[in-house]
């Protein structure tokens, strides 16, 4: 597999938009039972332009999840 600079995403704030264009990400969801089951408040402190915004996608779509039918995709 090759892997070129277009793979990275840069602009990206919509999680499924990055996945559906076969971008490359780095997989956060381990830190996922801690934010979800952790404190009350969760601050998250990243420097301008470090994926904050694509991380709170990535646990909306997360949680959107029907577990009981995968495949179903409405709300």
């Known amino acids: ?36 089951t952790g404190a009350v408040v969760t601050m998250l402190l990243r420097h301008r332009r470090f994926g904050k915004t694509l991380s709170m996608s990535m646990i909306e779509k997360f949680v959107e999840i029907n577990y009981s039918n995968p495949d179903d995709r409405s709300r």
């Open 1 to 36: 597999m090759t892997v070129s600079s277009t793979d990275f995403p840069v602009n990206f704030e919509d999680f499924e938009e990055l996945i559906n264009q076969g971008k490359i990400y780095i997989d956060k969801t381990s830190c996922l039972k801690e934010i979800l």
